[in-house]
C-alpha cells in the first residue's frame, strides 16, 4: 500500500510538472515572441496564398492613388499589382493601427541589408537614447533580410525598442530595376511617402545616417507647414540659385490638400533621386523664398520660408537645428538630427562620420545576425 501511495504521489508530481514546465514554456514564448516579432500585428481574417496576403472582399482597398499620380510611375507596376501586394497590405494596415494620439505622425527609416549597421544606430538614438524617445517608428525595407536582422538585433537589447520592419522588395514595385539598386531606392521612397500622405497620414522619413539628438516633435508642432525639411546644397543646379536646397534625407510631408498637389506635379518630373525630383519640383511650383542665403557659408542659424503655386508652403529649417555635413562639426548643442553623411553605398564611411559628430550608440560585436 505504502509503496503505490508513493506511486500514485510521483504520478500525479510529475503530471503537475509537466503541465508546469508547458504553461512556463507557453508564456515565455510569448514573452519572446513579443520582443522579437517588429512586424505589424496579423491582419485578422487574412487568406495566404503562396507569398500574396490577399483582402477579404469587403476589406479591400478602394482608395488608392491613379497610376499617373504615383512618383515615377512609368517604371512602376500597375496599380492592381501594387494593391495586391503583401507590403501594401502591411503598410495599410500598419497605419490603422497607429495612436496618433501619442504622435501625430509616422517617423519613416528607409533602408536595406546592407545599411544594417546604420539603422540599429538610428532606431537605438531616437527610441532608447532620446528623451521622450520617437513613437510611430516604421524601418521600410527593401529586402526582407533587414527586417529579419532587426527582429534578431532586439534579442540583445535590454529593453526592445518599440519599432514595425515591413518588407517592400524592389521588384514588387518596379516593373524593371535594372542594376542600379541605389537608383531604385531612390524611386520607390516617394512613392511610399505618397501613400502615407494619400491615406491621410503626416509622415516625417529620415536616411539612416540621418541620427536623431532630440525629439523634434513639439518643433514641427510650432510650424503649420505643408512640407518642413533640413537644407542641404545638392543639386548644384539648385542650390545656386536659392542658396539652398531641401534634403530628401531628414523632412516631413503632412496630408494636406497643397500636398497632394505637390504630389501630382511630382508624378511628372524625373530624377535621378528623389532629392533632385524634389527641388525640381518645388522649382516648376514656382516657389519663392522670403530670403536666401548660402548655407556653405554661413552655416545657417535662420530657417526659411517659402510658398509655391496650390498654396503650398514649405519651411527649411536651419543648419543649427538640423545639420548637414561639415555644419555638424559647429553646432552640437541644441541639435535635432545629425546627418553628417559620406559617399553613398558607403555604411563604414557614414558610421565613421557619425562618431566622428558623437552620434553612434551601437557596438557591431553586440547585434551580429545570429542565423
Not at 187 to 200: E, H, V
Not at 288 to 300: A, G, L
Not at 351 to 368: K, Q
Amino acid at each position: 500500500d505504502r509503496k503505490c501511495a508513493t506511486i500514485i504521489f510521483l504520478s500525479f508530481t510529475l503530471v503537475y510538472l509537466v503541465a508546469y514546465g508547458l504553461e512556463k514554456w507557453s508564456t515565455q514564448q510569448a514573452e519572446l515572441t513579443a520582443v522579437i516579432d517588429v512586424r505589424p500585428p496579423s491582419l485578422a481574417g487574412l487568406a495566404t496564398s503562396g507569398s500574396r496576403m490577399i483582402l477579404p472582399k469587403q476589406k479591400r482597398f478602394l482608395l488608392f492613388p491613379d497610376h499617373d499620380t504615383l512618383p515615377h510611375h512609368e517604371y512602376l507596376k500597375s496599380s492592381e499589382e501594387l494593391k495586391n501586394t503583401t507590403w501594401v497590405a502591411d503598410l495599410h494596415h500598419y497605419l490603422m493601427t497607429l495612436n496618433r494620439n501619442v504622435t501625430p505622425h509616422v517617423n519613416l527609416v528607409f533602408a536595406d541589408y546592407k545599411h544594417r549597421i546604420l539603422v540599429v544606430n538610428w532606431v537605438v538614438a531616437a527610441t532608447l537614447k532620446v528623451k521622450p524617445p520617437l513613437h510611430n517608428v516604421l524601418v521600410l525595407s527593401l529586402d526582407q533580410l533587414l527586417c529579419n536582422f532587426l527582429a534578431s538585433s532586439m534579442l540583445y537589447m535590454n529593453h526592445p525598442p518599440d519599432i514595425t520592419c515591413i518588407a517592400a522588395p524592389v521588384d514588387t514595385m518596379l516593373s524593371s530595376k535594372g542594376d542600379n539598386l541605389w537608383r531604385a531606392s531612390m524611386m520607390i521612397r516617394p512613392i511610399i511617402l505618397r501613400l502615407i500622405n494619400y491615406w491621410g497620414f503626416d509622415v516625417a522619413t529620415y536616411d539612416s545616417d540621418a541620427v536623431v539628438l532630440k525629439n523634434p516633435q513639439t518643433l514641427f508642432e510650432k510650424y503649420t507647414h505643408d512640407i518642413l525639411s533640413s537644407a542641404s546644397m545638392w543639386p548644384d543646379s539648385q542650390a545656386e540659385p536659392w542658396g539652398f536646397t531641401l534634403c530628401a534625407g531628414a523632412i516631413l510631408y503632412r496630408a494636406t490638400s497643397a500636398t497632394e498637389t505637390f504630389w501630382r506635379y511630382l508624378s511628372n518630373v524625373t530624377g535621378r533621386a528623389d532629392q533632385v525630383s524634389l527641388n525640381k519640383a518645388l522649382k516648376n511650383l514656382n516657389i519663392s523664398w522670403k530670403e536666401t542665403t548660402k548655407v556653405s557659408q554661413v552655416c545657417s542659424t535662420d530657417g526659411w520660408e517659402g510658398e509655391a503655386d496650390g498654396g503650398l508652403r514649405v519651411y527649411v529649417f536651419p543648419q543649427r537645428l538640423f545639420c548637414r555635413r561639415k555644419c555638424c562639426s559647429r553646432f552640437r548643442e541644441g541639435v535635432y538630427v545629425v546627418h553628417p553623411g559620406g559617399h553613398h553605398g558607403d555604411a563604414g564611411a557614414k558610421s565613421d562620420s557619425l562618431a566622428w559628430v558623437n552620434a553612434w550608440f551601437v557596438s557591431v560585436v553586440t547585434i551580429t545576425n545570429r542565423s
